[in-house]
């Protein structure tokens, strides 16, 4: 059988515009005089905007301390030392002394860093149960497989919370005090440690368990807390509304990082004589050392930040607008020095 043009066949699609290609399009020529000056807009906005990123992340104050404790680097090497080699270090306390010139424009963050921990271990980061997180009472009972080894404790009771990620939860702590004075005394800077977390991780993600007879630890009754854990997690605070799953530390802890070296919010200054900012004058940290890190390889450093309309300090943002709009720059030039090398040849092949 002879194919033809005009017969319809099983495959053959109707004879419209749209199945047909027929339709209008716009098919640019892209010629020198569009493709150079976008490379040169596109440039000269990459780097436009790289400048206000890089300049407003650089205008972010920032003070740190590590207080890991190595030899030699401060009172937090005692504490270091005496938890070397023990599973559960003792509780001990240290402290950090810093002065400030002038006024540490605020709103001030304060933040925990830790270093070469990899929350994003593969088999660490699966190692929760979202569900027995969202409250769910028979999750409670029934931890998932994934958190093993911390599913059931040697009696073989459920683990509430389960899972690797809340058995290394962070538990330092830390208090700020202010010597308004030289030689004067030492007043305590209020923190707020509320509305650190994510809104949809506290509010949608973590609640607590259906109260018994009104009580959480009712609620929590035939489970035990993680082996790291020196109090069960409905006693993480005396505040009813930040307690339990709903503990706003343990919420930013289980929002584990992509890299491994991390920042977590520990708390704002905003509150009282400080909602400006931290005056000058000698300041004190309390520390209360109890996560070790010297085990593998990793550093703890306490961090006071300044924010900007951009947010935190964080100048690659910048630099990587900078790269793009120079390298858009210089493809550019490089575009514009071929075209006119080869401008003249082509007018004369056309003669």
């Not at 401060?74 to 002065?99: D, H, I, K, M, T």
């Not at 440690?193 to 609640?207: E, L, N, P």
């Not at 450093?301 to 210089?330: D, E």
Request: glycine share 10%; aromatic share 14%; net charge neutral.
């Amino acid at each position: 059988m002879t194919w033809s043009a005009t017969a319809r066949g099983a495959h053959q699609p109707d004879n419209t515009a749209f199945t047909q290609q027929r339709l209008p399009a716009w098919q640019p020529l892209l010629s020198a005089s569009i493709a150079l000056p976008l490379f040169f807009c596109a440039g000269l906005a990459f780097i436009g905007l790289g400048l206000g990123l890089y300049y407003s992340s650089n205008g972010i104050k920032e003070l740190e301390y590590d207080y890991t404790g190595d030899p030699g680097t401060g009172n937090c090497s005692v504490c270091a030392a005496a938890g070397q080699g023990r599973a559960l270090p003792l509780p001990c306390s240290c402290a950090w002394y810093f002065s400030l010139p002038e006024l540490f424009q605020g709103p001030v963050y304060l933040y925990y860093e830790l270093t070469n921990f990899y929350q994003n271990n593969r088999r660490y980061g699966v190692s929760r149960d979202d569900a027995q997180l969202s409250g769910l009472p028979s999750a409670l009972r029934h931890p998932v497989n994934e958190c093993a080894p911390y599913q059931r404790s040697a009696a073989g009771l459920p683990i509430a919370p389960c899972g690797a990620i809340a058995n290394s939860l962070f538990n330092d702590s830390f208090s700020l005090w202010h010597q308004r004075q030289p030689g004067g005394p030492y007043v305590k800077v209020p923190l707020d440690r509320s509305g650190i977390a994510w809104w949809t991780d506290y509010h949608v993600k973590f609640r607590n368990p259906p109260l018994v007879n009104g009580s959480l630890a009712l609620a929590f009754q035939g489970t035990a807390p993680p082996p790291n854990w020196h109090r069960p997690v409905y006693e993480l605070s005396p505040d009813p509304n930040n307690t339990g799953f709903i503990n706003q530390d343990f919420v930013v802890w289980m929002r584990t990082a992509a890299l491994p070296t991390f920042r977590k919010l520990y708390a704002r200054i905003r509150q009282g004589n400080y909602s400006a900012g931290l005056p000058r004058g000698a300041y004190r940290v309390n520390i209360t050392y109890n996560y070790p890190v010297r085990a593998f390889g990793g550093h703890k450093l306490l961090i006071f930040s300044s924010i900007s309309w951009m947010g935190g300090k964080n100048p690659f943002l910048g630099i990587a607008y900078l790269v793009v709009g120079s390298v858009c720059i210089l493809t550019g030039f490089v575009m514009l020095v071929v075209y006119i090398r080869y401008q003249d040849q082509d007018d004369d092949d056309e003669e």
